[in-house]
């Protein structure tokens, strides 16, 4: 069946230490989205792609960096400049037009040792 | 800057009532707007995406109304399960290539 897969479910991340959160589609939409859920809270936006090669900096981009040169993926790596990175983080997708609802994954929750 | 407010931030009802649920937003130039249900520790699911010309959708047992000029979309449940106790959340689009805003949500328990 067509979707998102996000992996690993749960990561754990050291001091200093980099981590990249994967997402793969098979939905062949061009537009991936990040977002970030902190408890009681709403998504908040990382960044977007709309298209291959091509991404842009969402509200809360700081700490973070993405590339997208397939299609159908679009990793997340969160760097130790992000100083507060436990959360759930959701990846999403829709196709290119902005009237099309967006399709999620079932998300990364990452911690801090 | 728009904001998107749901009110309450949980709620608890027996099984079988119809229920409402509420969404403000405080800019009513929206260009959509969509309600998504997330169950614990998962991804959302989008439930219905209202177009910024329509007035209401509806899927099932679901039907989601939009009132732009007071900035306010509902929810609205018939006859609750069990099944459907999850988190839903409301979700703005600004502008057609523009970003969403969501909600911080409403979580639902149906009691049995």
């Known amino acids: 069946d067509g979707g998102i897969t996000q992996s690993p479910k749960y990561l754990f991340r050291k001091e200093g230490q980099n981590v990249t959160l994967s997402c793969e589609q098979n939905?062949?939409?061009?537009?991936m989205y990040w977002y970030r859920q902190d408890p009681g809270q709403g998504l908040r936006l990382i960044y977007y792609?709309?298209?291959?090669?091509?991404?842009q900096k969402g509200d809360i981009a700081e700490g973070y960096s993405v590339s997208r040169e397939k299609k159908e993926s679009f990793p997340l790596t969160v760097t130790s400049a992000q100083k507060n990175p436990t959360a759930f983080y959701l990846c999403?997708?829709?196709?290119?037009?902005?009237?099309?609802?967006?399709?999620f994954g079932d998300g990364t929750r990452l911690s801090i040792l | 800057k728009q904001e998107v407010t749901q009110i309450p931030a949980a709620l608890s009802v027996p099984e079988g009532e119809n229920l409402v649920l509420n969404c403000s937003f405080t800019d009513s130039a929206i260009y959509n707007l969509q309600w998504f249900r997330q169950d614990p520790g998962k991804g959302l699911t989008s439930l219905l995406l209202?177009?910024?010309?329509?007035r209401e959708q509806t899927s099932g047992r679901l039907n989601a109304s939009l009132d732009k000029s007071s900035g306010r979309s509902t929810l609205y449940i018939a006859a609750s399960q069990p099944g459907d106790s999850a988190t839903y959340l409301c979700?703005?689009?600004?502008?057609?290539?523009?970003?969403?805003?969501f909600g911080k949500g409403t979580r639902l328990h149906i009691l049995p």
């Open positions: 792609s709309q298209i291959v090669n091509d991404f």
């Open positions: 979700a703005v689009r600004r502008g057609r290539d523009d970003k969403i805003i």
């Open positions: 999403a997708s829709s196709i290119g037009y902005s009237n099309q609802p967006q399709h």
């Open positions: 939905l062949n939409h061009d537009a």
């Open positions: 209202i177009q910024s010309s329509q």
